[in-house]
């Protein structure tokens, strides 16, 4: 925030380097490589408590293999348009170019933005066909759209935060492009869906560099099997995980509000009575 006023910011293990990663007990929170005036607060929970938005629909098969020959793999991204940077489309272009029989569903409104994102792609030698475009969808037609995805491809720097939770819940995997904590200048919001992916026990599908986010995007669309078991075990997988435990959150941030009080009581006795 820059104000001197606020004294911490939260933030998890998995979002940025810290040494402490229980407050109450560490006595200090962790130091922080990012140039903020806010103390980093690591909790040991995730910053994230999941609730679909509304009613989830059930689940179904794996695009992949309700097609006939050839066997078309179905990616898509349906991040806010701002996330899709220049950066973030060259590495879809390139997936694309990878596995020439995938497909590539992408958010975006009618108009100029879309025709640009369209564009773009074409001159990175895609065709139009391969490319669908879809507008974003309340409740249960939002959920419906993950029907058609065998694959989600994550955003950066920024990811696509609640999105990337949304398309696990409905059983379709997300690779994200994760840089390292050894980053000079780590951003958290860059991490947020290794955070999810690693509390999901799927550490596999964050990856650290373009080269490895397209080759495990072409392993995983290699393998329906894998598909189908995350298809139909990563909904019940999120509802165990500290993902969506609110319980777990609320001890671990009363924790971190205890640390805090007992830290500015610490720097600030109070006066003996006389």
């Not at 950066?156 to 696990?168: E, Q």
Request: with cysteine.
């Amino acid at each position: 925030t820059g104000l001197s006023a606020v004294d911490y910011r939260l933030t998890t293990p998995h979002l940025e380097p810290t040494t402490a990663t229980t407050p109450a007990a560490s006595g200090g929170a962790g130091p922080s490589a990012l140039p903020t005036v806010e103390t980093p607060l690591p909790i040991t929970a995730p910053l994230t408590c999941y609730l679909p938005r509304g009613e989830a629909t059930p689940l179904t098969p794996v695009p992949l293999l309700t097609k006939t020959s050839p066997a078309q793999i179905s990616f898509a991204c349906l991040a806010a348009p701002a996330h899709l940077n220049d950066q973030t489309l060259t590495l879809f272009a390139q997936l694309l170019h990878a596995l020439p029989q995938s497909t590539l569903t992408l958010l975006a409104p009618e108009g100029s933005y879309r025709d640009r994102t369209q564009e773009f792609l074409t001159h990175n030698n895609i065709a139009p066909a391969r490319i669908f475009f879809t507008l974003p969808q309340p409740g249960l037609a939002h959920f419906q759209l993950f029907h058609a995805i065998d694959i989600s491809l994550d955003t950066f720097p920024n990811n696509a935060h609640h999105i990337a939770l949304d398309s696990l819940f409905m059983g379709v995997p997300v690779i994200t492009l994760t840089p390292p904590l050894s980053d000079p200048l780590p951003n958290p919001l860059s991490r947020t869906t290794h955070s999810h992916l690693t509390h999901l026990g799927l550490q596999d599908l964050s990856t650290t560099t373009p080269a490895t986010f397209i080759e495990t995007a072409k392993q995983l669309a290699a393998d329906p099997q894998r598909l189908t078991y995350l298809r139909h075990n990563l909904r019940n997988r999120m509802r165990a995980s500290p993902l969506m435990n609110p319980s777990q959150l609320a001890r671990a941030l009363e924790s971190a509000y205890r640390h805090a009080w007992h830290t500015w009581c610490d720097q600030h006795p109070t006066p003996a009575l006389s």
